[in-house]
């Protein structure tokens, strides 16, 4: 139980991070940015043989977990950093 009472507290006193703030921190990081257009890029080739109907589905389908993936890095990076320098 001080487990889940330590995770309780923790989210309590951080606030979370707005999404402009995550996507800006993408667009400024060369790396991130070059990971979304490859998922993407990727997304579009895979999806490109398929019916004009699934298209869409599948394209969100494909690129939805990666750029979770990529956006959850930068987000944990954003909350180090914001850890790290309270005054922000």
Do not use: K, W
Not at 32 to 42: C, D, I, K, M
């Amino acid at each position: 139980m001080g487990l889940v009472q330590g995770r309780a507290s923790r989210a309590e006193e951080r606030s979370p991070l707005p999404m402009t703030a995550l996507l800006a921190a993408t667009l400024r990081s060369p790396r991130e940015l070059a990971g979304l257009l490859v998922v993407v890029l990727v997304a579009v080739v895979v999806v490109s043989p398929l019916p004009p109907l699934l298209q869409p589905i599948v394209g969100v389908a494909l690129a939805a977990v990666p750029g979770t993936i990529l956006l959850n890095r930068v987000r944990r990076r954003l909350e180090a950093e914001r850890d790290r320098d309270p005054e922000r």
